[in-house]
């Protein structure tokens, strides 16, 4: 019995449930839907990286969705312009998004509040700005199209694993997810990422605690735009064709509103909020000019209520429920 | 030199809509420290409102100035007690967090109420050009011209001569100062949301007869107007204005002479520029730091 409680109380048996119907969803969703999830698990990649600046480091910052576009652009262009394989050009292109990272972090992570904010914001609409309008480059706004899909994988038996189709195309994305949602948990677990918590806590405090918040601020920052670069490639060579809306602060917006509805700072919170926003919308068939709406007022909602989100929600309900049974006792105090 | 001439007219027209909406941003900023991410699509609210007022309730100009002024210095209001007071004691992000969302809240309705399709604000007399030599200049621009500097005189006079306006020059510089001298901050903090709203209000329906109206139409001058406010020092309506005027020439210039597709490149390189070698901006007072 007691067993069966700690099992039933564990986390990591909700994350084992949720991997297995993450593998057995195609076996009974229809196309349409296993497509819709793709996407979905893309953008929760991203919400992950920016879950590591802000929610963890307590840096808000609006240029994830720039690296997002980067990272698609920086695929796109080494595979169809200079005919890279996939793997390469995946490696290159990530890369080059950490640098770019880290080039902006540099002068960014010096500001605070609202001043880092704006900065990253600017830095966002100059990277759109510029993928619009480097036609020769980029295509403008027609967008950049004929990205491959991933190179197949040689199986032991002989034959190959193709990517051409919608399921291999699924596994492919869920498994990058698994990946890095363990490698977030690793990373918060350790040493590293307790000084970004103590960093989103209190800087100050941080600092003449003899961390260095500068550049542990930068990791987190490199760290994020490496994670949004993935996400990136992976939405590039998902969907083929890659348009400048992509890489629109809007979309940092959005990604803003997904993590904080999902719970800021916790493992579950990208993944929650972005399943509620993204699904339910596309589930009820909202018209588009609405989306926006919904999620502004589901955001607002949840800021004004519980602004610690679906998982800080759930957290609070369950230590009220231990503190009453604690004084049924009669022993403990507050 | 005439080519000249006219950037620097149209450049100090285009600066003198950011002028009105950065000074907005200022007053809110410098009461509630919020970074009002709204006050683009209020604006954009404010010039929707006046094409109603005239296309569809027959009103003059000049009374759907007024009227839409009034109106979105109202919303401002309900804003001010249901949006952004109950978050106020929240982390300073949680307050920018929440004018994003009012921001998503106000396209996404404006896209459905208003729909997506351009709409033509026309003035009879706003549509004349008036030419001086080559250099030609429409009327509604003289429009913009002396509306702003009307509206920003009295709202320098208010600020200066009045008990009230003092009251809120005190709660800006030290709020707690302000509270123990029996100012309510409350309510001088809800008359800044409104004043500030209003200016956007006003901004929208200047702006409206020289431009077409369309539901996304906010987010370039908001983008604009909060690196103008950056660049002349958080906090400073005098900085806000010069930080405006400035960047208004600068855009215009720059998209003369170089370039008008890296328009926001120029303007958001030069906030950056600013930030990093001034962070108190040109005319911030020095205890502002970031």
């Given at each position: 019995m007691e067993t069966l409680k700690t099992i039933l109380s564990s986390k990591t048996t909700y994350w084992l449930l949720a991997l297995i119907l993450g593998v057995a969803f195609p076996s009974f969703l229809d196309g349409y839907l296993v497509s819709l999830l793709i996407l979905i698990y893309i953008w929760m990649i991203l919400c992950c990286s920016m879950n590591i600046i802000y929610g963890y480091t307590g840096q808000l910052s609006l240029a994830q969705a720039a690296f997002f576009g980067v990272g698609a652009y920086a695929f796109g262009l080494f595979t169809v312009?200079?005919?890279?394989?996939f793997w390469p050009a995946f490696f290159i292109a990530v890369v080059l998004t950490g640098l770019l990272g880290f080039l902006i972090g540099i002068p960014a992570l010096k500001l605070r509040g609202p001043y880092f904010i704006l900065v990253t914001l600017g830095f966002s609409v100059i990277i759109s700005e510029i993928i619009v309008a480097w036609v020769d480059l980029t295509g403008g706004a027609n967008g950049l199209a004929g990205i491959p899909r991933p190179s197949p994988i040689p199986l032991p038996s002989g034959a190959h694993l193709r990517f051409d189709s919608l399921l291999p195309m699924y596994y492919f994305t869920l498994f990058f997810l698994a990946i890095t949602m363990i490698f977030c948990r690793r990373l918060i677990g350790s040493l590293v990422g307790k000084t970004f918590l103590a960093i989103s806590c209190n800087e100050t405090l941080a600092e003449s605690l003899g961390i260095n918040t500068m550049s542990r601020k930068l990791l987190s920052f490199v760290i994020s735009a490496v994670v949004a670069g993935i996400a990136g490639v992976l939405y590039g060579s998902y969907n083929i064709v890659i348009s400048p809306e992509i890489a629109y602060f809007a979309r940092s917006m959005d990604l803003v509103a997904f993590l904080i509805v999902g719970g800021a700072g916790t493992m579950a919170g990208p993944v929650l909020g972005t399943m509620v926003l993204m699904a339910v919308p596309e589930l009820l068939q909202v018209i588009p000019s609405l989306k926006t709406l919904i999620n502004g007022i589901i955001l607002l909602l949840f800021l004004i209520f519980v602004p610690s989100g679906i998982t800080g929600g759930f957290e609070n309900v369950k230590r009220k429920h231990y503190l009453s049974r604690i004084r049924s006792y009669g022993s403990a105090r507050r | 030199m005439l080519e000249f001439l006219q950037y620097l007219l149209n450049g100090i027209s285009q600066g003198c809509i950011y002028v009105l909406l950065a000074s907005g941003l200022t007053l809110i900023f410098g009461i509630f420290n919020v970074p009002n991410f709204a006050q683009g699509h209020l604006y954009m609210v404010g010039a929707y409102f006046g094409f109603y007022f005239v296309m569809?309730?027959?009103?003059?100009y000049w009374l759907a100035l007024i009227m839409a002024t009034v109106a979105l210095g109202f919303i401002g209001l309900l804003l001010y007690r249901f949006v952004f007071y109950p978050v106020r004691d929240a982390p300073e992000v949680n307050l920018f967090v929440a004018a994003m969302a009012l921001l998503m809240i106000i396209e996404g309705a404006a896209l459905y109420f208003f729909g997506t399709e351009t709409k033509w604000f026309v003035v009879p007399f706003s549509r004349k050009v008036l030419a001086f030599g080559e250099i030609t200049l429409p009327v509604q621009r003289i429009i913009i011209i002396l509306g702003t500097i009307f509206v920003m005189t009295a709202l320098q006079l208010f600020i200066k001569k009045t008990t009230t306006g003092a009251a809120l020059e005190a709660t800006a510089q030290q709020r707690e100062g302000a509270m123990l001298c029996g100012i309510k901050v409350t309510r001088i903090s809800a008359l800044a949301f409104m004043i500030g709203t209003g200016l956007a209000g006003v901004a929208g329906v200047l702006i409206g007869p020289a431009v077409l109206l369309a539901p996304t139409m906010g987010m370039g001058p908001l983008l604009v107007a909060f690196s103008a406010v950056v660049f002349g020092g958080m906090g400073s309506i005098a900085g806000a204005v010069t930080g405006a005027l400035v960047l208004g020439l600068m855009e215009s210039l720059a998209s003369g002479?170089?370039?008008?597709?890296?328009r926001l490149t120029f303007v958001f390189g030069i906030m950056i520029l600013m930030l990093l070698f001034r962070p108190r901006g040109l005319l911030g007072r020095e205890k502002w730091r970031p």
């Open positions: 312009k200079l005919h890279l394989n | 569809s309730l027959g009103m003059s002479y170089i370039s008008a597709t890296y």
